[in-house]
């Protein structure tokens, strides 16, 4: 059993050249997987992006590059040869479990999802409400999770004009973060649990679960509910504890907390 945070990163970078070659650059408008899409660094190995029957996965944040403007890039020229030294990309991130799209528009089809304006990685050093993803996304046992981008800003269309002679292999065009919590064994199955139960998964939840089992080992307990109660008393105070520290999310367990 473990509870793991992770992280994961995806970026893609110049290949040397002006940048019109499709093999390395992605064509604008059409999603592309970070886990096993055909650009940027990918992971290596074929994945399926299967969550194992004894995982249960909890995706905290989703964060990307940000960019507006099909004209947002720098260039420096030396030599006689311009290289483009930025690029901040429109970019969007969705989440895919199974065939359905998280973001999707409200006729029910996929959206974009979240753009990286709202949600840059890394985050700016001017202080902003930048968009949280809460509550956080549960991906279950013999699910499949991927994780794509759309760019709407052309990196090849633009490289065509001659807006530059080559992009360097160090100039990042575009990147994704994702953290994410892997819960396994038997804090998968209390995971699952929890959710059943109505309480927000999270490390702290899961081993005050865990040490109410131990704790209680032996009785006679008809229903979760002695559990559902204690957690709940449990949860409430780590809310109250994060008020006094002046760290509470009240958009979190809602304002009730007494």
């Known amino acids: 059993m473990s509870i793991r945070k992770q992280l994961y990163t995806w970026e893609l970078y110049g290949d040397g050249t002006q940048g019109t070659n499709p093999i390395v650059y992605p064509a604008a408008g059409i999603p592309y997987s970070i886990l096993y899409g055909a650009f940027g660094n990918t992971q ?8 194992n029957e004894d995982q249960f996965v909890v995706i905290d944040k989703i964060a990307s590059k940000p960019g507006i403007s099909p004209t947002d890039f720098t260039t420096a020229t030396d030599g006689g040869v311009t290289s483009l030294t930025s690029w901040n990309p429109n970019m969007f991130v969705n989440i ?9 528009d409200p006729q029910n089809v996929f959206a974009n999802g979240v753009s990286g304006t709202a949600s840059p990685y890394p985050r700016q050093d001017q202080v902003m409400p930048y968009y949280d993803l809460w509550p956080p996304i549960y991906v279950l046992p013999d699910q499949t999770l991927d994780i794509r981008y759309t760019l709407n800003n052309d990196i ?4 065509v004009p001659a807006n530059w002679n080559v992009i360097p292999i160090t100039t990042m065009l575009a990147s994704v973060f994702v953290e994410y919590t892997n819960y396994s064994g038997t804090d998968a199955m209390m995971a699952r649990k929890l959710m059943n139960l109505g309480i927000p998964i999270t490390p702290s939840t899961v081993d005050s679960f865990r040490r109410l089992l131990l704790e209680n080992k032996g009785l006679d307990t008809e229903t979760f509910s002695f559990y559902l109660k204690t957690v709940e008393a449990e949860r409430k105070r780590e809310d109250k504890q994060k008020r006094m520290q002046g760290l509470d999310r009240h958009h979190e367990y809602g304002s009730d907390v007494k």
């Open 96 to 104: 895919v479990i199974d065939t359905t799209g998280y973001y999707q």
């Open 156 to 159: 090849i269309a633009s490289a």
């Open 44 to 51: 290596a190995g074929s994945q399926t992006g299967l969550v």
